[in-house]
């Protein structure tokens, strides 16, 4: 199961936790610097590490649209589908782990959870780096930690990010403090999609910034930790914000937009989806799970419409009522 | 090694050109290396290292020393490559990013400030692979011991401190 069809904890905030570890093996040239000869031996080396368990999806097979829609399911990186030598993805069904092979480490293990669960996250993506360790001779230095291709991810090679809906902060203008607090805690705020992307929907991701000199253990205690106090002042903030009457008037539209209109382009959904989401977590809206609404994210999006419904070709026009259509559907 | 042009100084630029597939290798000083490029016979060479500085690019821009502003580094690093990828320090400081585990030993020196202004002067704790385990578990075992052992002796604890020097010595010496 996705972490998208999955329950979690704290769900009105938290959308959901990711943990992810960068690893490389002692010998070969990271990704960047690696002929094709030894991506394939490190694609080999890992594949066999991880056995049947795991299924291996070479991505360089893959036509763009198919990528696209992996990075829309946030199953890849941008940074992968950029990735020139052999490169791939493995995945498990069992336990929603899955390891990007040959992006810019040689592995990536990274598990995505629904709503708050990072130690979760952290505990399975932890059993797979067992896994590796036994079979691979793991870059490793007593002073620098795991070693990768960026200085930055030294030490343990995890980004714990979580990744929040903040309706009632980003309205009343604090996203702007609440950013330069985390910093102060080596912690960072970034739009949904990663770096450099924009906050749409009021959604962001909060993730560690420092990984050395750090453990595994703190780096996750000091992030829930400080979304615990996010997800009470931003209940706080919503309790105020939805006395507004414009601001009940135009959950109530988006709703009836998202029931009844014929075309929504991506950026009227990504506007409108805020104030659904916003209007379920304050009862405004009811019927409607948690579940549906985000497998809205991940659905409506371009690649995944024009995969799903088959219509590989589709264009923009042909998108939006695709959209619309899918979303009716989702939440029924 | 010596310079292969005047055959007096100490080579220690090492340049590599691959033209048609032909590859030509040079070893010189630095002197021979800056005439050797003012009269065209290797080109983008102390000009092209010496770009870096400006064109490092974004993030790492202030992350990385530039490579000719740190003295004393400059001559050392334009020769030295890491012997596994073939990365030189002006590779790293180009986009931020390492050839190969091995260029973090290779290129201590040189990373070493970077690694500090980005996440600080410290030491990693943590998660470790099985083999490193162990000897990471020794290495704190034997650090507190030893610190138990000091605070004995000022504390004159003499039989205390024996014990714990026998304790330290046997751990030494399993190592």
Known sequence: ????????????????????LARNIEGYPFPTRLDEKGAQEIISKVREAFGNEYTYTDLTALSPLEIKGYIERQEIS??????????????????????????????????????LALREAYELVAEADDKADSALDIAFDEKLGYLTHCPTNLGTGMRASVMVFLPGMTMSRQIQSLSSQLQKLGLTVRGMYGEGSAAD?????????????????????KLSNIIDQIVVSERQLRESIIKSDELCDRIARAEGVFRYAKMISSSEFMKLYADLRLGVSTDIIRGISYEKLDSLLVNVMPANLMLDSEQLSADEKQRDKLR????????? | MLCQRCKKKEANVFYRESINGKETNYSVCSDCAREMEEKGEIKNHLSHFESHPTGFGDLFSSLF???????????????????????????????????CPQCYSVFSGELSGTVNRIHGNTAHRGRAPKAWKEKLDRTALLESLKKELSESIKAEEFEKAAELRD??????KSN
Do not use: F
């Open chain 1, 201 to 221: 929907g009021c959604i962001y991701q909060i993730s560690n910034q420092v990984t050395l000199g750090i453990t595994e253990e703190e780096t996750l205690d």
């Open chain 2, 65 to 99: 020393g530039a490579v000719s502003a740190v003295p004393g580094v400059r001559e050392a690093t334009l020769g030295k490559r890491c012997s596994l990828c073939g990365a030189s320090y002006s590779d790293i400081a180009k986009n931020g990013k390492t050839g």
């Open chain 1, 324 to 332: 619309a259509e899918k979303i009716r559907t989702i939440i029924g």
């Open chain 2, 167 to 172: 304790k330290i010595r046997a751990i030494e």
């Open chain 1, 1 to 20: 199961m996705k972490w998208y069809e999955m329950q979690g904890k704290n769900k009105d905030v938290v959308i959901s936790s990711r943990v992810r």
């Open chain 1, 78 to 115: 941008t940074d992968m589908a950029k990735a020139k030598g052999p490169h791939g993805l493995l995945t498990s069904d069992k336990n929603g782990v899955s390891i990007m092979v040959c992006e810019e480490d040689h592995m990536r293990l990274q598990c995505v959870m629904s709503g």
